[in-house]
């Protein structure tokens, strides 16, 4: 029997758009997903399926407070439900300086914004948008201008990912 028709049989009245909502109630959310580092802050955002990250701008720093204020606004903007930032683990494992300044932020972040904060290990992001900058032909102030915003998108696409494997059952690790 066709899974759609057990639904709509199971389910009388729920829409049809609903339904992935129904089986699979982490989906069907946005996520914001920060770069932070010390000048700018990188933001991207999902869509509402919380399926695909998109950059969407870069923070210029100017104080703690005023960044705290901006996030909450963009998160209200787009009506996020959880906030991913990027943990810059060592590649030995250790946490560094950076990555105890992004834990610190992610508690204020959290008290701030009344969401969830979860981090994600950001190893290699910047290279790897660094990489997709150059295969794509930009000029360097260009990349300058656009490397925080697609990191950050890097991030939490990375995360929506790995998201997605868990809820289907192909997280197989190796």
């Known amino acids: 029997m066709p899974v759609m028709r057990v639904l709509r049989e199971r389910l009388p009245g729920v829409l049809h758009k609903d339904y992935l909502r129904l089986i699979f109630p982490e989906r069907g959310m946005r996520v914001l997903g920060l770069d932070l580092g010390d000048k700018t802050i990188g933001v991207a955002v999902s869509d509402p399926s919380g399926l695909i ?14 960044d705290l204020e901006k996030i909450k ?60 900058l150059l295969s794509a032909d930009l000029t360097r102030a260009r990349r300058k201008k656009v490397i925080d915003k697609v990191a950050a998108a890097l991030i939490l696409q990375n995360f929506l990912d790995a998201r997605r494997n868990t809820l289907s059952g192909n997280n197989r690790q190796k």
């Open 73 to 132: 606004a963009i998160a209200d903007q787009y009506a996020v439900r959880l906030i991913v930032i990027g943990l810059p683990w060592n590649m030995s494992g250790t946490l560094g300086e950076q990555g105890k300044k992004v834990l610190a932020f992610a508690k204020k972040l959290e008290r701030a914004t009344g969401l969830q904060v979860q981090t994600w290990d950001e190893r290699l992001t910047t290279v790897a948008a660094e990489k997709a």
């Open 53 to 66: 990250a998109q950059g969407i701008g870069v923070i210029d720093r100017a104080g703690e407070d005023q």
